[in-house]
């Protein structure tokens, strides 16, 4: 898998871009969602959803359950109850 660096510095005219990263560690593949709004729980489910509808469901046909290993961070962290409502 590629490895990226990614910078957005803020200027005359330019918006915020946040992103969001998905990890697939079974297959070694990963996903990045970008965003205009803030790092909530509601982008960061949105994203996951996006990325299950997108590869998920078709690299794990049979799949009843999701495990997400979250990193605690802004929007996933576990005092977060935005992030835990929407999952």
């Known amino acids: 898998m590629a490895k990226y660096n990614i910078a ?3 200027g005359d005219g330019v918006g915020k871009a946040l992103p969001y990263g998905i990890y697939d ?3 070694n593949d990963g ?3 970008v965003g205009q709004s803030s790092d909530t729980g509601e982008f960061a489910v949105d994203a996951i959803a ?3 509808r997108e590869f998920g469901h ?10 997400i290993l979250a990193d605690c961070g802004g929007s996933n962290g576990n ?5 835990k409502r929407q999952l």
């Open 25 to 27: 560690v079974a297959r």
């Open 79 to 83: 005092r977060q109850r935005l992030w």
């Open 8 to 10: 957005v510095l803020p």
């Open 50 to 52: 996006r990325w299950w």
């Open 31 to 33: 996903a990045i969602y």
């Open 58 to 67: 078709e690299a794990y046909p049979d799949a009843t359950k999701l495990l």
